[in-house]
């Protein structure tokens, strides 16, 4: 079965300084991962996702993951925290299609992210 | 633009009334979804439909029921089996395809008075 596991709950940093959000997960496939944000009372966006190919992968607003297999992890990083950055983030695997599964997204818990002045 | 349009944005409901939201959607995507948001649980699946006519149960599925007439619609009713209502309700939409990712609504938030 797929999960995933965002390990920490609230991740606090000063602006201008480097964001690391950590998410493990499990997959009995090939998974795709997916990072959104959400701000607050607003719908999800997408920042990135991994399809098997690169396994550094570029988004929007300067974040970027890096796929590990060999550590099942999909950290998402970004060089420098801006003040805009501050929301939730969410990791998550696909499991849509595979073994005849007609599934869904499988969330991890979240991320608050915090960024002060 | 295309997009998913979820309304209304802020939704009252008294005990034991059943109450519809909307979700529609105008990017020609097969699959629709409803996950449901309470505070640090992440989103969890409510129902989900791969094509029209055809829907199937997510993870929280009592208390709630679904249509899937249109394409482009997919309204979810909160039932007044549905013992905690209060909550914040996503609708999403994707493609069939393998790895391709789900474009979200901007929610209705549902409070029960």
């Known amino acids: 079965a797929q999960s995933v596991t965002q390990l920490d709950s609230h991740v606090s940093v000063s602006e201008g300084t480097p964001v690391l959000l950590r998410c493990n997960y499990s997959s009995s496939y090939s998974p795709s991962l997916f990072w959104y944000v959400q701000h607050p009372n607003k719908g999800l966006q997408l920042l990135l996702k991994?399809?098997?190919?690169?396994?550094l992968v570029k988004g929007i607003n300067g974040f970027e993951a890096e796929f590990k297999k060999s550590e099942t992890s999909f950290h998402l990083t970004k060089p420098s925290a801006h003040m805009s950055d501050a929301a939730e983030y969410f990791c998550v695997v696909s499991d849509r299609g595979y073994g005849g599964s007609q599934g869904n997204l499988i969330f991890g818990k979240g991320t608050k992210l915090s960024v002060k002045p | 633009d295309g997009g998913i349009t979820q309304s209304p944005k802020y939704l009252f409901r008294k005990e034991g009334q059943n109450v519809t939201l909307s979700c529609e959607q105008n990017?020609?995507?097969?699959?629709m979804y409803w996950y449901r948001q309470d505070p640090g649980q992440g989103l969890r699946l409510i129902y989900y439909s791969q094509i029209v006519n055809d829907f199937q149960k997510g993870d929280i599925a009592e208390g709630y029921s679904v249509s899937r007439e249109k394409k482009e619609s997919f309204p979810l009713t909160v039932t007044s089996a549905q013992k905690n209502p209060t909550a914040f309700y996503l609708c999403a939409s994707s493609n069939r395809q393998l790895n391709t990712e789900a474009f979200f609504g901007q929610g209705t938030r549902l409070t029960v008075v």
């Open positions: 991994y399809t098997s190919a690169a396994t």
């Open positions: 990017l020609n995507h097969d699959a």
